[in-house]
């Protein structure tokens, strides 16, 4: 029977491939169109995706804004919490939508990628009208690839990388095409040595560079990080991206920083991780040097998330010594003098609470046995005598039944009952 089927369905790997064969048509279909195209209109492609990018995307993008400002400008701290929260829904409806065009744009983005492979591969200098970004590149040292001839850029096919000068000589094959295509899914494509993991990787990451939000390519160790930068930044580069490795610069240096704002950032698996626990340590978000996650690609995966996996990443450093350097030490009898009159007061309110049940008083009001059974709970939630008078009969139901109360209207009269404690807590936020 599971013979007939898969006659009849095909395996899951079949129907895969299908489906991205269809796909691989329609990107060889736009490059051969692209081969009309002057060098100019080729490289403003990116500009192009973009533009349809920011265009899909408006919508939302101004719905957060406005959400995200109106949230700002409120001194509640109930619809302070509220509005972020629908602020991080819609950030999550903006990733997908950004999946949704990306996935539009994808034949027509690695066809440019092919393109231009092909344009390098065939020719030894190609030129363009200079841009800001070309006279940035050529002012930099080891460019040597790129120059300026007046209102013209020269792009040479020949670089250097890892101390070794190389000529650019490689194509996209079909099956290459595929193995992007299964990157941009977030699956792994596995690959031999010397199939081209390199080249394969260059089309997702141009596609996913064109969204702005940085990519970061994962590789095993420094040499290898260093190498690919140097080997396929140029490609991205002459399509109006930006190229760094992170692996070049110390950390939480000012090059650091920027390398991470470029479009496609290299680096190895352990710099990464290590800035990433950095930026969980830092005070201020000014020291933050990564920006939110949009997509990685990991360079022989098998080792990154499996053998080098083994070794957990642990930050470490002296401990200043001397108690009147601690933070804690200053600031633990101030916040231990705030419990304790806490404390007092919680103990006080159950105590009132006991004798006004006790006596017929189980009112939510002012003055009413329910109003302190709920400011004791609101003071200290955990406090033992608390929990244990909580556990008689009828009091649980009580203490639900004020609280209902004060939290009608989104909780606008609770402030009636935190307004004689010294803080509250709030178990269910």
């Not at 957060?64 to 509640?76: F, Y």
């Not at 095993?220 to 002459?238: C, H, K, Q, T």
């Not at 692996?247 to 991470?260: N, V």
Request: glycine letters at 6%.
């Amino acid at each position: 029977m599971l013979g007939i089927i898969k006659k009849i369905f095909g395996t899951k790997q079949e129907r895969d491939l299908k489906g991205y064969q269809a796909m691989v048509l329609e990107v060889n279909k736009h490059f051969a169109a692209y081969a009309s195209l002057s060098n100019d209109q080729l490289r403003t492609k990116t500009l192009e995706f973009r533009e349809r990018i920011a265009d899909y995307l408006s919508d939302i993008d101004v719905e957060i804004n406005r959400v995200n400002e109106q949230a700002l400008g409120t001194d509640d701290f109930n619809e302070k919490e509220m509005l972020f929260k629908q602020v991080d829904e819609l950030r999550k409806g903006r990733d997908k939508s950004l999946e949704e065009i990306l996935m539009s744009i994808l034949p027509e983005a690695f066809a440019v990628v092919k393109e231009t492979s092909r344009r390098f591969s065939q020719n030894s200098t190609l030129e363009v009208t200079a841009t800001d970004h070309d006279r940035m590149l050529a002012s930099k040292s080891g460019k040597t690839y790129i120059s300026i001839e007046g209102d013209r850029a020269i792009w040479k096919n020949s670089w250097t990388a890892a101390g070794g000068e190389i000529i650019w000589n490689m194509v996209h094959y079909d099956v290459q095409l595929i193995g992007g295509m299964v990157l941009h899914d977030g699956k792994i494509s596995e690959m031999a040595t010397g199939e081209g993991k390199t080249l394969v990787g260059t089309l997702p990451a141009y596609l996913n560079g064109v969204a702005g939000q940085g990519v970061h390519i994962v590789t095993v160790n420094d040499y290898l990080a260093r190498r690919d930068s140097e080997w396929v930044g140029p490609i991205y580069e002459f399509l109006l991206l930006n190229v760094d490795c992170i692996d070049k610069y110390k950390p939480s240096s000012r090059e650091r920083l920027a390398a991470y704002q470029s479009d496609i950032t290299f680096g190895t698996n352990a710099e990464f991780g290590f800035d990433y626990l950095r930026d969980n340590m830092v005070i201020n978000p000014e020291e933050l040097v990564q920006r939110k996650h949009h997509y990685a690609i990991v360079d022989e995966v098998d080792s990154v998330l499996i053998d080098d996996a083994r070794t957990p990443l642990i930050i470490s450093g002296p401990v200043t010594r001397g108690a009147e350097d601690q933070e804690y030490v200053e600031l633990n009898p101030t916040v231990k003098r705030l419990v304790d009159e806490q404390t007092r007061l919680a103990s006080q309110f159950l105590a009132d609470a006991r004798k006004m049940i006790s006596s017929g008083n189980t009112g939510a009001e002012e003055g009413g046995g329910g109003m302190s059974l709920l400011r004791a709970h609101r003071a200290l939630p955990k406090a033992r005598p608390l929990i244990k008078f909580l556990s008689e009969e009828g009091m649980k139901v009580l203490l639900q039944k004020t609280e209902n109360v004060y939290l009608q209207e989104n909780a606008k009269r609770m402030p009636e009952v935190d307004r004689e404690l010294l803080f509250h807590i709030d178990e269910k936020n």
